[in-house]
T-cell receptor, first 114, second 112 residues
Framework: KQEVTQIPAALSVPEGENLVLNCSFT??????LQWFRQDPGKGLTSLLL?????REQTSGRLNASLDKSSGRSTLYIAASQPGDSATYLC?????????????FGKGTHLIIQP | DAGVIQSPRHEVTEMGQEVTLRCKPI?????LFWYRQTMMRGLELLIY????????DSGMPEDRFSAKMPNASFSTLKIQPSEPRDSAVYFC??????????FGQGTRLTVV
């Protein structure tokens, strides 16, 4: 059974810093990996999707990398801003695609101090 | 498209009552998922459908929970009878094939 772990569970940094959030998964036979953001009391907003054949994806100040063989992904946030404060969730879809569903980590709660 | 739409956004009910949560997936998406989120357990997959057919309901906690998808544009998650430990945020998500998953805003259920 796929298990997804996110480290750290919580992170608090001053505004302007670059930071890295980590995600690891136990079964490397994945179809893709997706990073989400969740604000308090809100739903999940998709940030980046990385297909298994890709190594990274970029959107603005966000860059996500994927090393499928080692079961790891990182989300890099450049020049952090207070508006980036949220919980960041990593999810993988197994090699069966949608048929395997998304397995989530428990998230990293990020606070950017003004 | 308006995205995945869930209703109601908030539901407060008394223990023992029936609760029905609703979801409208994105048009054209062939997978629909129901998740439950709590502080203790995070996001748990309850059940998912492919082309309106339930594929895996192994995450449904008890027989009190049931889900249906009568057509491609509508799904329900029902709890009968509800209990305080069912209090959580319930999310619906949809996917087309193996692409990006989109989530609804969730239904916050409180059972008193």
């Amino acid at each position: 059974k796929q298990e997804v772990t996110q480290i750290p569970a919580a992170l608090s940094v001053p505004e302007g810093e670059n930071l890295v959030l980590n995600c690891s998964f136990t079964d490397s036979a994945i179809y893709n990996l997706q990073w989400f953001r969740q604000d308090p009391g809100k739903g999940l907003t998709s940030l980046l999707l990385i297909q298994s054949s890709q190594r990274e994806q970029t959107s603005g100040r966000l860059n996500a990398s994927l090393d499928k063989s080692s079961g790891r992904s990182t989300l890099y946030i450049a020049a952090s801003q207070p508006g980036d404060s949220a919980t960041y969730l990593c999810a993988v879809i197994g090699s069966g695609g949608g048929a395997d569903g998304l397995t989530f980590g428990k998230g990293t709660h990020l606070i950017i101090q003004p | 498209d308006a995205g995945v739409i869930q209703s109601p956004r908030h539901e407060v009910t008394e223990m023992g009552q029936e609760v029905t949560l609703r979801c409208k997936p994105i048009s054209g998406h062939d997978y629909l998922f129901w998740y439950r989120q709590t502080m203790m357990r995070g996001l748990e997959l309850l059940i998912y459908f492919n082309n309106n057919v339930p594929i895996d309901d192994s995450g449904m906690p008890e027989d009190r929970f049931s889900a249906k998808m009568p057509n491609a544009s509508f799904s329900t998650l029902k709890i009968q009878p509800s209990e305080p430990r069912d209090s959580a945020v319930y999310f619906c998500a949809s996917i087309r094939g193996n692409t990006e998953a989109f989530f609804g805003q969730g239904t916050r259920l409180t059972v008193v």
